[in-house]
């Protein structure tokens, strides 16, 4: 189970996720110092691409443009990793507060993720 949590940390926010009743805080705040008042968090997809588990998580007012994080798993030591950052461009869109998953093939794989 994961759930955002867009206060933390100054509204920096991140996810937490809650496996075999053992919480894990996940976020990227401390890595980067322009996180405030992002509200990372606010909105949550899981997507499976090449066998690999990937939290896709939105941040609609980083620098009031928008930003989108994917962690990824790494399976040897078991923490969460931001792999990629998708910036939105327009002030005030509030890039990121929704997500989808979509697996067009129904194959188990994410084919693709719409941004909103």
């Known amino acids: 189970m994961v759930f955002g949590t867009v206060g933390a940390y100054d509204w920096s926010g991140g996810l ?7 919480q894990v805080f996940i976020n990227v705040s401390q890595a980067e110092n322009d996180m ?7 909105s949550v997809a899981g997507a499976n691409v090449s066998d690999t588990s990937l939290y896709i998580v939105g941040a609609p007012r980083y620098l009031h443009k928008g930003k989108v994080v994917i962690f990824s798993k790494n399976l040897s030591t078991g ?14 869109a509030y890039f990121g507060c929704e997500l989808c998953s979509v697996d067009l093939t129904q194959d188990g794989g994410t084919d693709l993720l719409l941004i909103g």
Request: proline share 4%.
């Open 16 to 22: 937490m996720e809650y496996v075999d009743g053992k």
């Open 36 to 42: 405030k008042d992002s509200y990372l968090g606010y």
């Open 79 to 92: 923490s969460w990793a931001p792999i990629q950052h998708i910036n939105g461009q327009q002030i005030g």
